[in-house]
């Protein structure tokens, strides 16, 4: 049932984002009146749909994808001599074109980030520096001599970074070198530590977690926790006089006392109260439990529309960048192709999205978008980069490349295509095998 759901919450999510795409092409074409043939949800066979004017709009038998064909679009199309063909037009208006697709998705993209910022903006209480507040005992951190309360200055090449930027980062080199510099007790470090690759996800883990307040986020009823007075929304200061400023050092600190009587330290209020908890072990669930669920404190709050499209913009600015710099690292072997995913992954992801309620569901559409955005304009034969390369080329020649090096060109496009869907794909079987 869960695979249907899925399935469902998927088609739902690339129905949007061909519709938006296409819908770009479309008006782009129509406004330097291009001739538009058809408006294609899917490949293949076509099942139903219906003609306005002189378009096909049209349901196709695959439908992981879309198109809108235009006449005279391809080199030696019978009516690349009509004065309404893609082909006819101006280098310019063809730019134009072919851009209006990616671009509709970065609107997207913006649009619906903005609109999830309005109703749900999470940000921390203070923006602190990238501070370790929890090490998982023998992960690739612990090795490589990180501790808690260690502060993250550099990752790689990237300076002065934020919890997110280290997230990607590091879930990106799975079984590369990451090279980190943090500071301790005044002094500047430098370790190499190599991530592990996750199973589940494909990423790389490094065993290690934000220094921030932990908040308990919900109490379960009539356990452990309820009993011993523990509320939600309580700050969780310490365990058995351990700090706890990392959602992960909860479970392993508790699980440590073999279900001994634990010291609780919470924060209600501003006054802090000392509790006894005795942890409980049930037979469905791994290690000892207290009977809460926690999370790092944030705050909850709505922005006006100018502050959130200001903060949108510079939201999917910044993962456009993380996005290219990860396509960059695949390419040049520095980073994993585990953390990419295919139709599977993204199946699983919407369905989870959709079931935790309409803010995610959006908000993982609008990273969606922007992905198809920043994938749609690599200089890739066939696709739209591609196609605004080729442009700037034949600009820059101040002539059109001969018909044989096109048709060439668009076959290496096609088989690199079909060659990245095939990887994406064999990659999510492999992630979800594994």
Known sequence: MDALHNIWWFLVLIGVMILIHELGHYWAARFFDVRVDAFSFGFGPRLFGFKKGETDFRFCAILFGGYVKMAGQEPGDENANDP??????????????????PFMNIVLAVGLLAVVFMVHYEKLPNKPDPVIGYVLPDGAAAKAGLREGDQIVQIDNKADPTWEDIAIIGGAKAGFPLDVWYVRDGQRNHVVLTPVKDKTTGGGLVGWAESSEIEI??????????????QAGDILVSVNGQPIRSSPKLPDTINATAGKPVDIV??????????TVTPVKKKDADGWKIGV???????????????????????????????????????????????VMG???????????ARAGVVPFVGLMSAVSLNLAVFNLLPIPILDGGVILMLLIEMFMRRDLSLKVKEAVFKVGFVFLMAVVAFVIYNDISRHAG
């Open 293 to 339: 669920a926690i999370q790092s404190k944030r705050i909850i709050t709505k922005l006006p529309l100018p502050e959130a499209l200001s903060e949108s913009v510079q939201e999917n600015v910044k993962d456009a960048t993380l996005i290219y710099r990860l396509l960059k690292g695949i390419i040049t072997h520095q980073m994993s192709s585990g953390s």
């Open 343 to 353: 139709p599977i992954g993204i199946a699983q992801v919407s369905g989870e999205a």
């Open 217 to 230: 986020a919900s109490v379960e009823p009539d356990e452990v926790a309820q009993k011993a007075g523990i």
């Open 84 to 101: 309404r063909a893609f082909l006819a037009k101006p280098r310019w208006q063809r730019m134009i074109i072919s851009f209006a697709g």
């Open 266 to 275: 919470i924060k209600r209020n501003g006054q802090l109260h000392d509790l």
